[in-house]
């Protein structure tokens, strides 16, 4: 069992910046690939970052690629999403999730998620 807590949402005008940061524990966790999926009011949860266990291998969906970068911290047991010139339709549910496989779907465990507002 993997237990995942987001952390580092908010408010944001655009054009600004935010890093959000997922603790995670349980068995194992520092060996799970890790995830940001993100969900905005009456649309699909989405794919938007993901990180090897290791870190050497990272995935960006087309929306986010050259403005987030997602990075981890195996003594920490933590991985954070920085988000730079962040735009309105950024605007979502930012959830963490762990899988043993790096994907951009269909993630074992799931954080409770962060709200990300960006303002106009």
């Known amino acids: 069992q993997v237990q995942l807590v987001e952390s580092g949402g908010g408010l944001v005008q655009a054009g600004g910046s935010l890093r959000l940061s997922c603790a995670a524990s349980g068995r194992a966790s520092s060996s799970y690939a890790m995830g940001w999926f993100r969900q905005a009011p009456g649309k699909e949860r989405g794919f938007v970052a993901a990180i090897s266990w290791s870190g050497g291998v990272t995935l960006y969906g087309d929306s986010v690629k050259g403005r987030f970068t997602i990075s981890r911290d195996n003594d920490k047991n933590t991985v954070y999403l920085q988000m730079n010139s962040l735009k309105p339709e950024d605007t979502a549910v930012y959830y963490c999730?762990?899988?043993?496989?790096?994907?951009?779907?269909?993630?074992?465990?799931w954080g409770q998620g962060t709200q990300v507002t960006v303002s106009s």
């Open positions: 999730a762990a899988d043993p496989r790096l994907r951009q779907g269909l993630y074992e465990y």
